[in-house]
């Protein structure tokens, strides 16, 4: 088979001759270049990596694409991926410790007041005093979480060493961890945006979630809570998070992905009030590769046996 590692595969270029080591019997491709890449997926086997719609439409012998991410919307984006018979797998267990440390940090950065300590360190000036008008405790605090998959039970485990009070929503009811209060339907994301000081959003990118946390869902929240989004861009309407941040309902929000990335310099989230942001950087850790590589080559192994699913198997029709 010949496997192609494309160029979006971030960093899966440092892996490339070990792979090679690992399927002497299979050709494996490192193609960075886009000409290089269109040429070698044209009769690819497996992709790990992305592509567009025209690159998969010249990519007839595809059989499987392993994604290198979570999120995979690009992909359900091409028509006739979504109707063809390519498996489509991702990179879910992979990033769920590095999205729940992000996701505190982003919390802790706004209850310990740490973005105007290092704006005072900048201007050299001693902020106690205006610091501690307003620093908090996470203790008792209520974290509402929507969408309970990997990523959400991740936060949930941190969130409640903080002894913080734990509610969470879901399409797909699981096994409720001991440390969380109440896991409910999605269809009860009101009542618990409403009970929620912080709100961490960790849903995957589908058609369905598209603008899940919109203007109405905003004034849901509690008056001065506190947003957090991990998961995707798109799902939070980011124009009405704006105006939520103007209007001093929401005391603050925390974004580390957005609906266009790279973020463009005309966008207002840039210089929306008490709005943190962070570039799409919250999967990064030095265990990152080495899970995607373990995912990746034991779903290799499980392609050759015609042992499905593979690990992460997508449903196309679901999305996720």
């Known amino acids: 088979m010949k496997i192609v590692v494309g160029p979006n595969a971030i960093g899966l270029e440092r892996v490339v001759g070990q792979l090679q080591r690992e399927f002497p019997q299979h050709e494996v491709i490192l193609a960075q270049q886009p000409e290089l890449f269109r040429q070698e997926l044209a009769d690819a086997d497996i992709l790990w990596g992305s592509c567009n719609r025209a690159e ?22 091409i028509p006739e991926f ?23 940090a982003l919390i802790l950065a706004h209850t310990r007041g740490l973005t105007t300590s290092f704006r005072r360190q900048q201007e050299h000036a001693w902020a106690s005093r205006e610091l501690r008008n307003y620093l908090l405790e996470l203790t008792d605090a209520t974290l509402g979480i929507v969408g309970f998959g990997v990523i959400g039970r991740t936060i949930a485990k941190r969130a409640a060493a903080f002894d913080m009070r734990i509610l969470a929503v879901d399409i ?11 896991l409910d339907s999605l269809e009860e994301l009101p009542a618990m945006l409403a009970e929620s000081d912080y709100v961490a959003v960790t849903v995957p990118y589908t058609p369905d979630t598209l603008g899940l946390i919109g203007e109405r869902e905003l004034a849901q929240i509690k008056p001065g809570a506190f947003l957090v ?17 103007r209007s001093g309902h929401l005391v603050g929000a925390a974004l580390d992905v957005c609906a266009v990335e790279p973020l463009p310099a005309e966008s207002e989230l840039w210089d929306a009030p008490n709005l943190i942001i962070t ?33 992460n198997q997508i449903d196309k029709v679901r999305g996720f």
């Open 56 to 77: 998969f439409l010249a990519a007839p012998k595809l059989r499987w694409v392993q994604a290198p991410s979570t999120g995979v919307n690009g992909f359900m984006a």
């Open 82 to 104: 979504v109707a063809g018979d390519v498996l489509l797998s991702n990179a879910s267990g992979t990033h769920g410790n590095s999205l729940a440390d992000h996701t505190m």
């Open 172 to 182: 797909i009811r699981g096994q409720v961890p001991a440390y969380v209060k109440r």
């Open 229 to 245: 989004g991990v998961s995707r861009g798109g799902v939070i309407d980011e124009d009405a998070l704006v105006a939520a941040l």
């Open 279 to 311: 570039p799409h950087t919250a999967g990064g850790s030095q265990f990152e590769l080495e899970r995607l590589y373990a995912t990746f080559t034991a779903n290799i192994r499980r392609f050759e046996r015609g042992e499905l699913p593979l690990i």
